[in-house]
């Protein structure tokens, strides 16, 4: 999915990137999370500190032109919180990557219990599945810091949408577009060219069969490839560029993790292909993890077959997100509240809970609802949030469609916001903001770029965008918001 190839189409990462996870999607996972909550005022120790918000930077309680206009200081901002209660499928995650890295994978190698390098992750909608592959990044991030450790991987992202279901290849066209536009950024050179040499030795003339599918990947191939490839064997050669070419980028200094997200809308074509780089069994250095939503997958559906014949070859490991338990959900309430007791939140996360049954993505929406709905309040005298359900009918006051509530947030926002969001609904779940412009010179008046930027700033604070850090890109945090975007 991408692809869209305007100037702003990707903002590569740092030169410092070899240090940290590269990330090639939109949504990178360095913050954007539909799950945070920032506050400009004193923290829990009692010292301020510097507020980081939208990509931009702001000191000592003191707010850009989006806070200052947007009085963001006394609304959620859902941007980065990490969830809690996961703590056993993010360790098993890191005994996957560490695995793969330190010893790999191969037709010699004698597999252990245990030893895997696939990672299926299947729960409801809005469980916190692509949170939890966030917080995984994210900790990868903090792990290759230190000077001395271990280069970070290469971390390629697709997602399926719903939409564009039966576009073949759509997330796998997505992951490796963002990975070409990385390796062609701004001080990538080396790494450039060291993968251009490995992959003409790996593909050689059979470059064209993988261009023809992703055509992003052409300045990645060798001039003297693409001229000796035949474009008639690109069908039938398809499979095996694809393995030569993953194998060719994963190394044992930099090993590659591909994400695909929401494969329940994965149509057959990428099945193949993914089932051909999973089976094969001298490919090295590479970790994939896959999610899709469990209730939308039945007993014969493709990717569980899919599964039976990858595990066939090697083992599998299946994770399953369920809502969180009270207890635990009362911890993400009480991070979002910014409250040191957890007593404290007990009361309000019981109406919460008792409404989303620990859903996550619902329960954040509850809680923006509570907050329109002024039961949910930032204090300007005591610098907290603050609620009374005590003379509130909570029950009868929130809505019970989550997409309900979706829209009335969408609604309560900057006015040009609907407008936005349905231009972007209708494109996939990841769009720069130089093709957005563009859509809405052509779909009414134009919104000149700052404007733009402020009103999709606005967003990823509102939790309904997420968002590179700095960068032009945006994704929707959740599927059931670009619903509500396409039918608003």
């Given amino acids: 999915m991408d692809h869209h190839d305007g100037p702003d189409s990707l903002a590569g990462p740092r030169d410092d990137s070899t240090k940290s996870p590269t990330h090639f999607h939109m949504d990178d996972y360095s913050r954007g999370s539909p799950f945070s909550c920032k506050h400009s005022f004193p923290s829990r120790d009692g010292s301020k500190k510097a507020y980081q918000s939208v990509g931009r930077e702001i000191d000592d309680g003191r707010f850009s032109d989006v806070e200052n206009e947007s009085s963001n200081d006394d609304r959620l901002d859902f941007s980065a919180l990490k969830v809690h209660g996961r703590e056993r499928e993010l360790q098993r995650l890191h005994e996957i990557y560490n695995f793969v890295r330190q010893r790999g994978l191969g037709r010699k190698q004698k597999w252990c219990k245990g030893e895997t390098s696939v990672a299926f992750i299947k729960g409801l909608s809005g469980t916190g599945k692509s ?29 399926y949408d719903e939409l564009s279901g039966g576009d073949p290849f759509s997330a796998i066209v997505e992951a490796f577009s963002g990975f070409a536009k990385f390796l062609l950024g701004e001080g990538n050179g080396a790494e450039l060219e060291r993968i251009r040499k490995a992959v003409g030795d790996e593909l050689g003339s059979e470059a064209n069969a993988l261009t023809a599918v992703i055509p992003s990947l052409k300045p990645v191939v060798s001039d003297e490839a693409l001229r000796k490839g035949s474009r008639e064997n690109a069908r039938n050669k398809l499979k095996y560029t694809f393995q030569m070419f993953v194998n060719a980028i994963s190394t044992e200094t930099r090993p590659v993790i591909m994400f695909l997200d929401d494969l329940q809308w994965c149509d057959s074509a990428s099945l193949e292909l993914i089932e051909a780089l ?21 007993s014969d559906d493709e990717i569980l077959k899919c599964c039976q014949r990858i595990h066939s070859i090697q083992q599998i490991e299946e994770l399953e997100i369920v809502n969180l338990p009270m207890s635990q959900l009362n911890l993400l309430v009480q991070d979002a509240l910014q409250r040191d007791n957890p007593e404290d939140t007990k009361a309000i996360t019981k109406v919460i809970f008792n409404k989303t049954n620990g ?45 309900q509530a979706v829209t009335e947030k969408i609604v309560n926002s900057h006015p040009d916001l609907p407008r936005v969001l349905i231009l972007a609904a ?29 009103i999709l700033d606005l967003a990823v604070v509102d939790g309904l965008l997420t968002n590179s850090m700095g960068s032009k890109f945006y994704t929707f945090a959740h599927d059931r918001i670009q619903q509500a975007g396409r039918y608003y």
């Fill in 131 to 159: 949170t939890l592959v966030k917080q995984f990044t994210e900790e990868l991030i903090e792990q290759s810091a230190p000077p001395g450790s271990p280069c970070a991987p290469f971390f390629i992202h697709g997602k």
């Fill in 278 to 298: 999973l089976t094969d069994v001298d490919l090295r250095y590479f970790m994939f993890i896959g999610a899709y939503r469990s209730d939308e997958v039945v």
């Fill in 359 to 403: 859903n996550i993505f619902h329960s954040m929406q509850v809680m923006d609802e509570l907050q329109r709905k002024l039961v949910l309040t930032f204090s300007r005298v005591t610098f907290q949030w603050e609620w009374d359900l005590e003379d509130v009918d909570v029950e009868n006051l929130l809505s019970d469609d989550v997409m």
């Fill in 426 to 454: 209708y494109t996939r779940s990841s769009i720069d903001a130089h093709t957005l412009e563009y859509l809405t010179e052509i779909n009414g008046p134009t919104i000149e770029s700052q404007e733009l930027l402020r």
